[in-house]
């Protein structure tokens, strides 16, 4: 049985519990009582013998056992493993398969397959080795000869054919006519390109000229058309106007639903901690830091600029 100190003792009431909780503890809490005590005693003692017939009798048992099973049971089994199956089986084995295999292949096949390839060699030979080669030496070699000495002198023939027809005047109008016109039309052309690239080449630098000119001009029109008297109406107009508006409309509005929200959970508390009890202590809120604009110590007056209001440097 386990000892008495290690049981955990009943949970202490907690202070400022509510009259709900303590009136359903104390009922659950007897009937709990009276029947988990009786089988906790039976389970403690049934957990008691098995350790002790376990640790006296059961685990020696076991290890006997243990040491007894290779010499009373694996020793045996393995012995008569070999001397009545493996050993039998063995000599069956040489007895009926290898032996007639071995003299059926020594006496009978070899002979036979050895009778068999010469026949065969001789049949190959004289029926076959023999009248090719005699056909070859008689008939297809002097007739190789014969196509060949006729192939020679067709190729002969065409080969005068096609020079005198095509290639010796194809390198005449080459190199009389193709060439000179050729090297004339290429320093015509180069001498064109030439002259045309250095055109476009000032025709493309006065456009950039022109079009960096009209550029700055459209950009200085912009600016003093429109982004100067946007940036005027922001600063002298839009920034005052929400600044009131934040100061005299928007704060007001927020602290007041902040203070609305925090009477709503205090009343929830005091409510939830009379009819159940207390609860874990709340967490104090965190102080709401009002939001200013970055970079300043204090609102600004219709005089002062911030950094986004500093028109950038012209471009020039």
């Given at each position: 049985m386990e000892p008495i100190g290690s049981e955990r003792g009943p949970a202490r009431y907690e202070p400022g519990e509510g009259c709900v909780t303590t009136v359903v503890r104390v009922p659950v809490?007897?009937?709990?009582?009276?029947?988990?005590?009786?089988?906790?005693?039976?389970?403690?003692?049934?957990?008691?013998?098995?350790?002790?017939v376990h640790r006296s009798a059961l685990s020696?048992?076991?290890r006997g056992l243990a040491r007894l099973w290779p010499t009373l049971v694996v020793r045996p089994l393995a012995w008569v493993r070999h001397t009545l199956v493996v050993a039998p089986l063995r000599w069956l084995w040489r007895t009926l398969v290898v032996a007639p295999a071995a003299w059926l292949w020594r006496?009978?096949?070899?002979?036979?397959?050895?009778g068999i390839g010469a026949?065969?060699?001789w049949l190959v030979r004289y029926l076959v080795v023999v009248p090719a080669r005699w056909l070859g030496t008689y008939?297809?070699?002097?007739?190789?000869?014969?196509?060949?000495?006729?192939?020679?002198?067709?190729?002969?023939?065409?080969?005068?054919?096609?020079?005198?027809?095509?290639?010796?005047?194809?390198?005449?109008?080459?190199?009389?006519?193709?060439?000179?016109?050729?090297?004339?039309?290429?320093a015509v052309v180069t001498v064109l390109a030439r002259e045309i690239g250095a055109a476009l080449g000032h025709c493309w630098r006065t456009?950039?000229?022109?079009?960096?000119?009209?550029?700055?001009?459209?950009?200085?029109v912009l600016r003093w058309t429109l982004v100067e008297p946007v940036r005027w109406v922001y600063r002298t107009v839009l920034t005052p106007v929400g600044q009131v508006i934040r100061d005299g409309l928007w704060r007001p509005v927020r602290q007041a639903l902040r203070t609305a929200r925090a009477t709503v959970r205090q009343t929830r508390r005091e409510i939830g901690r009379a009819l159940f009890g207390a609860s874990r202590e709340p967490r104090p809120a965190r102080a709401v830091v009002p939001r200013r604009e970055p970079g300043g110590s204090?609102?600004?007056t219709l005089g002062e600029t911030s950094g986004r209001d500093v028109s950038p440097p012209a471009r020039g």
């Open positions: 809490r007897i009937v709990v009582l009276v029947l988990v005590v009786p089988v906790r005693l039976v389970w403690d003692v049934l957990t008691a013998a098995a350790r002790a020696p048992l076991g006496w009978v096949l070899a002979p036979a397959g050895r026949v065969v060699g008939v297809l070699a002097p007739l190789g000869r014969g196509l060949a000495w006729l192939l020679r002198g067709l190729g002969a023939v065409l080969g005068a054919l096609v020079r005198w027809s095509v290639v010796v005047p194809a390198a005449a109008l080459w190199r009389y006519v193709l060439g000179p016109a050729g090297r004339a039309l290429a456009a950039g000229i022109v079009s960096r000119a009209l550029g700055r001009f459209l950009a200085a204090g609102a600004r």
